[in-house]
């Protein structure tokens, strides 16, 4: 990818790095029928999905074994507040009803009290919890941690740990992703010298938004740096503006809330 890249370009990239969210509070097997289906597009398919825990064996039915498009879910969602052991028995339920992917909330209430000590042990703990090659995503909540030491700080331990992907939101707060957020996360990945990918989540609605981040993370790493094993957009509105980029329509009015 190139700062210089088309909108359609940008749009066809975007598409292959999508994580197709619902983890709406009324979400119903209906919603999910619908998700796997448009996760398939006839420009190409999303990364994944990411729904709730109790969907994951109905997907894995509909998706089938070994699927292109992948299923994740999230545990520890989307308080951070559970016990470790609680979220432990979640993460390994979830695999074995046939999830990739684990998007963790780490306890970053506790973590902002003072508390790094909870926050490694949550991610140590579900990261032994999930085996190769389960993908394990750690949500910083960044919003909340409001702080750029913080959610410096937060990045180095979710990497420490052995997370896969930092990812900034679990999309159910005031403020989700964010371009300052992102430039912490990318840099921390950078510092770090291990491949772990970056996933900004909520508020990620258009074809442009996305460039925006594209472009961030070319910036600090490389052009062709973002692809799926390093790069993700955790978002539900932003399938139609894709849709609407690559086959040159005008793009969507309005957005959901994730």
Known sequence: MTLEATNRQIAALALSL???????????PEAIEKLCASARTPHGHTAAICIWPRFVAQARGILGPGS?????????????????EAVVEETRQAIADGADEIDLVIPYRAFMAGDEQAARTMISAVRQACPAPVLLKTILETGELKDRDLIRSASHIAIQEGADFIKTSTGKVA??????AADIMLTCIRESGR?????????????GDARMYLNLAATI??????MPSTFRFGASGLLGDIHSVLEGREPVAGATAY
Do not use: Q, Y
């Open 195 to 207: 491949k772990v990918g970056f996933k900004p989540a909520g508020g990620v609605r258009t074809v």
């Open 175 to 180: 403020v989700n992703a964010t371009l300052e």
């Open 68 to 84: 292109a498009v992948k299923i994740a879910t999230v545990v520890n969602f989307p308080s951070g507040e559970l016990p470790v």
């Open 221 to 226: 790493h490389s052009p062709d740096w973002p």
């Open 18 to 28: 999508l994580d197709l969210t619902d983890l709406t509070d009324d979400c119903t």
